[in-house]
């Protein structure tokens, strides 16, 4: 569902503080609490809007990450990426068309935990053809409060 | 910093026990109220109140709105590496991340120097992004293209909330 100005308004107060209460949001926005719980509903019943809590990866202890991207053989692909999406440390992964099959982002406590995933669990997942492997070294941008909510 | 204390008795920097406790019940119910989490905890109020209010400010944890991609009409998804010639990564990082269209962006080791996350409402208006607002960035070589077709997983709950500044 596409949403209108009021649902973006409520989502705009809720980015700033998604702790806010109903009432705070109504109040800000000269509306009623009851328009806010019922939008909120509504749109969190739609998959349009979800509150979330969101941690601080460093301060969580969540010091390494990489982009493993994979050519796989095609018949494996969906395979390994839902064989990828079951490990705690994958933050990200999607099937893609260009130059890779399979795109995932893991983030690991330690360069050692992470290397671990890759060799050990990754690299020896049958259809797995060649893994190309990219570490961040700044997060220059994130918009953590745009998703896909599956 | 760590142990270091504040008159509501929570510490600085990483978060201590009682701090994983509320994070966990934040996991589940990021709106819970203060009172709920109070009783859940057999703590105080005004203590949970304070504890969650100063891991906000240290950068620790924040509870947002999160909007899916579809909702505001973008339908396509794509990972684009971005190549760099003559001149400064951070300057072409810094011109890409003013992009609307860009969901985030990182600085690698190696090649590729950068890679950007966008969102696009459809192919053409992806190739509109590639060709006349990235291409166009002085010192962008070349982009190559991945699109995102199936998103098995798409965690939210972490971000680093003070992102690293690069070097100048």
């Given at each position: 569902m596409m949403i209108d100005d009021v649902d973006l308004a409520i989502v705009k107060e809720l980015q700033k503080n998604g702790r806010s209460s109903n009432r705070e949001v109504a109040r800000v926005l000269g509306v009623s609490e009851g328009t806010i719980r019922?939008?909120?509903?509504?749109?969190?019943?739609?998959?349009?809007?979800?509150?979330?809590l969101v941690t601080d990866s460093v301060a969580l202890g969540q010091a390494a990450g990489a982009y493993v991207r994979i050519k796989a053989q095609p018949r494996y692909g969906r395979a390994i990426?839902?064989?990828?999406?079951?490990?705690?440390?994958?933050?990200?992964?999607?099937?893609?068309?260009?130059?890779?099959?399979?795109?995932?982002?893991?983030?690991?406590?330690?360069?050692?935990?992470?290397?671990?995933?890759?060799?050990?669990?990754?690299?020896?997942?049958?259809?797995v053809l060649r893994l190309d492997v990219r570490e961040p070294v700044a997060t220059v941008k994130h918009r953590f409060d745009l998703m896909h909510i599956p | 910093m760590a142990?270091?204390?504040?008159?509501?008795?929570?510490?600085?920097?990483?978060?201590?026990?009682?701090?994983?406790?509320?994070?966990?019940?934040?996991?589940?119910?990021?709106?819970?109220?203060?009172?709920?989490?109070?009783?859940?905890?057999?703590?105080?109020?005004?203590?949970?109140?304070?504890?969650?209010?100063?891991?906000?400010?240290?950068?620790?944890?924040?509870?947002?709105?999160?909007?899916?991609?579809?909702?505001?009409?973008?339908?396509?998804?794509?990972?684009?590496?971005v190549m760099v010639a003559n001149r400064k990564i951070k300057d072409v990082a810094d011109a890409l991340s003013k992009l609307?269209?860009?969901?985030?962006?990182?600085?690698?080791?190696?090649?590729?120097?950068?890679i950007i996350q966008v969102q696009a409402a459809d192919l053409s208006d992806l190739h509109d992004l590639i060709i006349n607002?990235?291409?166009?960035?002085?010192?962008?070589?070349?982009?190559?293209?991945?699109?995102?077709?199936?998103?098995?997983?798409?965690?939210?709950?972490?971000?680093?909330?003070?992102?690293m500044s690069l070097p100048k």
């Open positions: 019922q939008r909120l509903k509504k749109l969190e019943a739609a998959k349009a809007v979800r509150l979330g990426a839902g064989k990828i999406a079951e490990f705690p440390s994958c933050a990200f992964v999607g099937m893609t068309m260009g130059r890779f099959d399979i795109i995932a982002f893991i983030s690991a406590g330690s360069r050692e935990e992470l290397v671990r995933v890759v060799d050990a669990e990754i690299a020896v997942m049958k259809g | 142990g270091k204390r504040t008159v509501a008795g929570t510490s600085t920097a990483r978060p201590d026990a009682i701090d994983e406790r509320i994070l966990d019940e934040l996991r589940i119910e990021p709106r819970a109220t203060s009172k709920a989490l109070a009783l859940k905890l057999s703590m105080t109020e005004v203590a949970v109140a304070a504890r969650i209010k100063a891991m906000e400010a240290k950068g620790v944890m924040r509870v947002v709105a999160q909007l899916e991609f579809r909702a505001l009409g973008y339908n396509v998804l794509a990972l684009v590496d609307d269209r860009v969901g985030s962006l990182t600085v690698m080791l190696g090649d590729p120097p950068i607002h990235i291409a166009t960035i002085p010192g962008v070589e070349q982009v190559e293209t991945n699109l995102i077709i199936d998103i098995a997983k798409w965690r939210s709950g972490s971000a680093e909330l003070h992102p």
